[in-house]
């Protein structure tokens, strides 16, 4: 299983263009996860899913879009980027949800927006 | 609200020696509790975590954490570091369909 591979793993942004990073899982897991890591700040949410189809906001979505059309995979669009966008983008999947499942996470995305 | 927070931003410890890296958590019901660890560049791998039953929680690397509920807390522990556990710790919390992290401490060791 290569587990949850993201792409690409570096990017340049100029402020208002448009991206998508790709997250994929092979696990078969339903519930799949968003988040940004800035320094000193952890973690932080961006959107989740529960499922093919189902799309939640976490604590800091504004500025992104996802769907979820397969179990498989979980995009994340960017669009307009702005230089707070500049971040490091982990997508992480899971078999369940209510917490009580271990997440698993891919290697990251760092994106920078000049 | 749910919060997690690591007291300790950075900490560097000998190698050979103890380590203990706290994690006090916010969170009205019984909580899940995990331990992640992520090396330079690398996504977050879990060491261990905590749902009912035994306090006292073993993980990988020889790492354990012990669940406090009257002090909320879930520190992690390992008798004898290496040089190898240089990195980045993050406590979490799961609640509902969501993980709160704490803002991590991170590990140096020194020969």
């Known amino acids: 299983n290569a587990g949850v591979t993201q792409t690409p793993k570096f990017r340049i942004l100029k402020i208002g263009q448009s991206m998508t990073l790709q997250c994929a899982q092979d696990?078969?897991?339903?519930?799949m996860y968003w988040y940004r890591q800035d320094p000193g700040m952890g973690l932080k949410l961006i959107y989740y899913?529960?499922?093919?189809?189902?799309?939640d906001k976490g604590e800091v979505p504004n500025g992104y879009n996802v769907s979820r059309s397969t179990t498989e995979d979980f995009p994340l669009r960017l669009e307009l980027a702005a230089p707070s966008q500049t971040s490091v983008y982990f997508c992480?999947?899971?078999?369940?949800?209510?917490?009580?499942?271990?997440?698993?996470f891919g290697p990251g995305t760092r994106l920078t927006v000049t | 609200a749910q919060s997690v927070t690591q007291p300790d931003i950075h900490i560097t410890v000998s190698e050979g020696a103890s380590l203990e890296l706290r994690c006090n958590y916010s969170?009205?019901?019984?909580?899940?509790l995990f331990w992640y660890v992520q090396s330079p560049g690398q996504g977050l791998q879990l060491l261990l975590k905590y749902f009912s039953g035994d306090t006292l929680v073993q993980g990988i690397k020889g790492f354990e954490a012990e669940f406090k509920r009257s002090q909320s807390s879930f520190n992690l522990r390992k008798p004898s570091v290496h040089w190898s556990d240089a990195a980045e710790y993050f406590c979490a919390v799961g609640a509902g369909n969501q993980f709160y992290f704490g803002t991590g401490t991170s590990l140096t060791v020194i020969p």
């Open positions: 899913s529960v499922g093919a189809g189902i799309t």
């Open positions: 969170y009205g019901a019984t909580p899940y």
């Open positions: 992480a999947s899971s078999y369940g949800g209510h917490g009580g499942y271990e997440q698993y």
């Open positions: 696990m078969n897991h339903n519930y």
